[in-house]
Nanobody, 116 residues
Framework: HPVQSGGGLVEAGGSLRLSCTAS????????IGWFRQAPGKDREFVGT????????RYDDSVEGRFTITRDRAKSTAYLQMSSLKPEDTAAYYC???????????WGQGTQVTVSS
């Protein structure tokens, strides 16, 4: 399963970067998705990147503020979060999924808290 790092407490308007590193298998042929779950709410899609092409897409709620990139040499995907808002507070999860299959591996999650 991917290993996550990063997260923490930041003031509104600040930035944080989350990492998702492959463990046990490569990210080749995978989409690396980022999801978040706030207390009492369902897990929601944040964005995703295709590992091979590097093409990313985002939910409207984070478009223009969050950027997903990947470093093939480090087998790591990143979620760069800027202009953070209190409503971005959630546990963030990365997911490595193989398109067209049910194969998926989830990271352990990391907490992001944005204070107002």
């Amino acid at each position: 399963h991917p290993v996550q790092s990063g997260g923490g407490l930041v003031e509104a308007g600040g930035s944080l970067r989350l990492s998702c590193t492959a463990s046990g298998r490569t990210f080749d042929n995978s989409d690396i998705g980022w999801f978040r779950q706030a207390p009492g709410k369902d897990r929601e899609f944040v964005g995703t990147i295709n590992w091979d092409s590097g093409r990313a897409r985002y939910d409207d709620s984070v478009e223009g503020r969050f950027t997903i990139t990947r470093d093939r040499a480090k087998s790591t995907a990143y979620l760069q979060m800027s202009s953070l808002k209190p409503e971005d507070t959630a546990a963030y999860y990365c997911r490595a999924g193989v398109p067209g299959t049910t194969i998926e591996f989830w990271g352990q999650g990391t907490q992001v808290t944005v204070s107002s």
